[in-house]
């Protein structure tokens, strides 16, 4: 595979950062998972400015360009033959050789890594087709789930746990009410409605809720942006999650209990169908 460095495209066995890198010491960096299906990069823009935001609520500098990014994602595509995938883009606030809880000097580079992952069959999922089964954890990560920062050591215990009780997933309840999934949006759907948790802190502003809940509306589908219970979304008639790497993945079981029959719901899977059809067709 060949991958991007600072600057370079590189085998990817010869990539290199500095132990002393911020994002690898205190996980002090951003990144974005961009989806392509058909060779081409799906909802480029979104990722883009999101990753602005992120950099800019961090004081982080910007890499490059959003030009030189798009050219980036490009160029790894076609080099490493990806038809179906994804795009891992990360920054981090580099180094200036040393470990210190203190922020390097603005002067000191942000270090911009970005590879690619083949994944065939990434549209046509068997796992979309089952439906995903989920356990509910506890939500006790930071404060600032709206920054798309690297610290994936919870979310990924959550996704273990899950396995262990033989689930696919997890979502995270705080206070009571669901935040979202370890790695999408959370949603239910009751007789009808699709009911979501509102944007703030506490979640990531999903690329992929933004444009689900946009053709949802264009659908004459009714949407509450809501707090919810794990016991409100157990008694719905279906539930589902969104995320820019699985798109819309219909949820059949939650905490033991099965969700109308624990097969994919109508709404689930109509959303499924609309936003790859939609997107791809959008597709840079
Ligand atoms: N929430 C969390 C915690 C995530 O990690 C992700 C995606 O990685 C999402 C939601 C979904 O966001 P998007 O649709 O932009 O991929």
Not at 60 to 69: D, F, G, N
Not at 160 to 173: E, F, N, R, S, Y
Not at 187 to 202: A, E
């Amino acid at each position: 595979r060949t991958v991007y460095v600072n600057g370079e495209y590189l085998p990817e066995e010869d990539a290199k950062i500095s132990i002393f890198d911020r994002g690898f010491l205190m996980a002090d960096a951003v990144y974005e998972v961009t989806s392509v299906l058909d060779g081409k990069l799906i909802d480029f823009e979104g990722h883009a400015v999101r990753l602005k935001r992120s950099l800019d609520e961090l004081d982080m500098a910007e890499p490059c360009s959003k030009e030189e990014l798009l050219e980036i994602h490009r160029k790894l595509v076609e080099v490493n033959g990806i038809v179906e995938g994804l795009v891992y883009l990360q920054v981090t606030r580099g180094s200036d050789g040393d470990r210190d809880f203190v922020f390097p000097s603005e002067d000191t580079p942000p270090s911009i890594v970005l590879f690619t992952q083949n994944k065939p069959g990434l549209a046509d999922s068997p796992a979309a087709k089952k439906g995903a089964k989920i356990i509910s954890i506890e939500d006790i990560r930071w404060g600032r789930r709206d920054i798309k920062t690297v610290q994936l050591l919870y979310p990924s215990m959550g996704k273990m746990m899950a396995k262990k009780a033989g689930c696919d997933d997890a979502w995270l309840v705080e206070d009571g009410h669901v935040t979202e999934g370890t790695s999408n949006n959370a949603y239910f759907v009751k007789d009808g409605v699709i009911v979501t948790r509102p944007l703030s802190n506490d979640i990531l502003h999903g690329i992929t809720r933004k444009a689900v809940l946009r053709m949802a509306a264009e659908a004459q589908l009714k949407v509450e942006e809501r707090l919810f219970t794990i016991e409100e979304a157990q008694g719905a008639d279906e539930a589902f999650t969104t995320s820019a790497s699985a798109f819309v993945m219909p949820v059949v079981e939650i905490d033991g209990v099965a969700l109308g029959n624990g097969t994919p719901g109508p709404i689930a899977t109509r959303l499924r169908e609309i936003y790859l059809e939609e997107s791809l067709k959008a597709a840079i």
